[in-house]
């Protein structure tokens, strides 16, 4: 065996200890046992979907496109194919795949994201799972295989939480802006980050696309590095106003044209909040062992970033009016639910910020209301008070506001005004 081979099998053998270790034992069953992430089967609307696949109750239409699976499991997922958003910098698992020739499609509803890279053998899950947080998955995409699914608990799980910098972490799904190459790598960590509602627009979306109607405002979609000397003085805006994919995307076996804009308005804030509650439900569970209740000062100390995003209290100003081109944002209207006056939570505004009333649609949520007892009653208890002027913590909830997002909860969870 000459050295080079021995070095290349001892630095594999490296890379593959820390993924037996995650097996062996999580961090997450030393730091909250309470959860039992990796023991306990997670149970959410992509297992639920698998099981019955599993059993054969459910079948699934293979594509010979390219695309395999992926149109049959969105449709069984109820996820529409409008919700596409495209990531081309090597920021995922399937890196290896993805170009900005060949980037990487995301689909997501309320609960599942799906992620699909043409040319690999398997398609990526993740779920919010009520009690678990975040949980992923390996999708296989063989025809001639039995439809199946394998939890991922080592490789997701080195990006996707946050224990490498400061410990104490829950599992999370990601978004993050980089400066790409022609390749698609990462050129310069500068200006690169993880990205959340609070983060100016001007440093959202690098290494993906986005397509719709953004007038003057500047992103960084759509912006490939090609030279040094492009990063002496980045044009933003002139990436902008793309109504879909023509002349960004060679064509391929994608189910949409476009990277929808209004989509990654709603994923931002879908990220920020599920994320937030996986921490709220995680130190909750933990903080109550040996317990019976928990005092107010630690409710309000675990609950008020959960409610600071689901008021979007630190949302970045969307300085120019944007619109989608893909018919994301009439799908996602029309999911309600809707109060008399066909009112909802889910109404856009995309004027000078994403929604109309400034409180989540993630209120109806199943991570919600897998949140314990006490910590439910003591959310929806700030919630209402909030609405009906009681307390004055997000001054930008004027008194119509406030009005009309109470009429719409009365009618479609009254249980939070109880």
């Known amino acids: 065996m000459r050295h080079s081979e021995r070095q290349l099998i001892l630095a594999l053998l490296v890379m593959l200890l820390p993924l037996q270790a995650a097996h062996a034992q999580l961090r997450y069953e030393i730091e909250y046992p309470a959860i039992g992430y990796g023991k306990v089967a997670p149970d959410n609307q992509f297992t639920e979907v698998l099981e019955q696949l599993e059993t054969g109750t459910l079948t699934l239409e293979y594509n010979e496109d390219g ?12 996820i529409n194919p409008a919700s596409q958003v495209l990531v081309f910098s090597k920021t995922s698992l399937k890196q290896r795949f993805i170009t900005p020739e060949n980037p990487r499609s995301l689909f997501f509803n309320d609960e599942v994201y799906v992620g ?55 599992p999370r799904f ?23 509602t609070s983060t100016p627009l001007k440093r959202r979306w690098g290494g993906w696309y986005v397509t719709g109607h953004t007038g003057n405002l500047e992103t960084m979609g759509n912006l490939i590095i090609s030279s040094a000397s492009m990063l002496q003085n980045l044009d933003l805006a002139a990436n902008g106003n793309k ?34 509650l996986t921490r709220l439900n995680f130190e909750s569970r933990t903080a109550l062992q040996g317990n019976d209740q928990l005092d107010e000062e630690k409710l309000e100390t675990l609950t008020r970033p959960v409610l600071d995003s689901m008021f979007m209290a630190h949302e970045a100003e969307i300085a120019e009016p944007v619109s989608g081109t893909s018919g ?22 995309l004027q000078t910020r994403t929604f109309r009333y400034p409180l989540s649609y993630l209120v ?10 006490q910590v439910k009653d003591y959310l929806f208890t700030q919630i209402r008070r909030e609405l009906q002027g009681e307390t004055t913590n997000y001054p930008a909830l004027n008194s119509d506001l406030r009005s009309v997002t109470l009429a719409i909860l009365r009618e479609t969870r009254p249980e939070i005004l109880q």
């Open 67 to 78: 695309s395999g699976y992926l149109a049959a499991l969105l449709d069984v997922l109820d």
């Open 328 to 349: 994301y944002r009439e799908y996602f209207e029309q999911l309600g639910p809707f109060d008399s006056q066909g009112r909802s939570l889910r109404e856009f505004d």
């Open 116 to 170: 699909f890279v043409p040319g690999s053998s398997t398609l990526e899950i993740g779920a919010m799972d009520p009690q678990l947080g975040p949980v992923f998955f390996d999708f296989s995409q063989q025809p001639d295989a039995e439809v199946s699914a394998e939890q991922e608990l080592g490789r997701c799980l080195r990006c996707h939480d946050s224990y490498s910098m400061t410990g104490g972490g829950v």
């Open 364 to 373: 109806y949520s199943p991570a919600v209301d897998g949140l314990l007892p």
């Open 243 to 276: 109504p879909d994919l023509q002349g960004l995307v060679p064509p391929g076996p994608r189910l949409a044209n476009t990277s929808d804009i209004v989509a990654l308005l709603v994923l931002e804030h879908q990220v920020e909040l599920q994320n937030r």
């Open 174 to 196: 990601m978004l993050s802006s980089v400066l790409a190459g022609t390749d698609g790598s990462i050129i310069s960590h500068e200006i690169s980050e993880m990205t959340d």
